[in-house]
């Protein structure tokens, strides 16, 4: 089972944080900033996801603790799962390659940016992909077809004129063009 997916920028700053788990604010954002810190210094297990030792009123068995974490770098930004260690890393290093594949046809060469300002498509794809924790598609031609079927891609014209944040809207109805990079 996926726990969370996390990604984060080069600096630290995260992108996009999507938890499975039931988790206090508190303890995600202690999570986060020790998975950043694990994957530049990779030494040890944080001890939020170490083993835990096995008592008698533990209510998770030892199979569904998040043990692993498997990252991805390109570019600017990682990519992260953290996982039961039940799950193959090769098939999230897959599951990893088929997300940043699928944003890339959505959003034609994507980068840093489309990330922050086209969040609900980033949060689509992924939905597409992963529910509850459950990995229920990995084809990228459904994913990214589902994605636009909900129409949450965000229309770039390429090659076109218009000044950034220029924004033209017409009527209940009309079209809205962001014109992007």
């Not at 039931?22 to 020790?34: A, G, M």
């Not at 990779?42 to 603790?65: C, F, G, W, Y």
């Not at 897959?94 to 922050?116: S, T, Y």
């Not at 598609?137 to 589902?146: I, P, Q, Y």
Request: a negative charge.
């Amino acid at each position: 089972m996926i726990n969370a997916v996390l990604v984060f920028n080069n600096t630290g700053q995260p992108r996009l944080t999507k938890f499975y788990t039931q988790l206090d604010t508190s303890v995600q954002q202690r999570l986060i900033s020790e998975i950043f810190t694990l994957i530049l210094i990779v030494i040890r297990l944080p001890p939020l996801l170490a083993p835990a030792t096995q008592n008698s009123n533990s209510t998770v068995a030892a199979s569904d603790a998040p043990s692993l974490v498997t990252y991805r770098h390109y570019a600017t930004l990682y990519f992260i799962l953290i996982s039961t260690s039940t799950e193959s890393p090769l098939a999230l290093l897959d599951l990893i390659q088929v997300f940043v594949e699928a944003l890339d046809r959505l959003f034609q060469n994507v980068c840093e940016l489309d990330l922050i300002f086209n969040f609900e498509t980033l949060h689509a794809a992924l939905g597409e992909m992963i529910v509850g924790g459950v990995v229920i598609e990995t084809n990228l031609d459904k994913v990214v077809e589902g994605v636009r079927s909900q129409g949450k891609v965000a229309k770039r014209p390429v090659g076109s004129d218009a000044k950034i944040g220029d924004s033209i809207t017409m009527g209940m109805g009309g079209r809205n063009i962001w014109a992007g990079r």
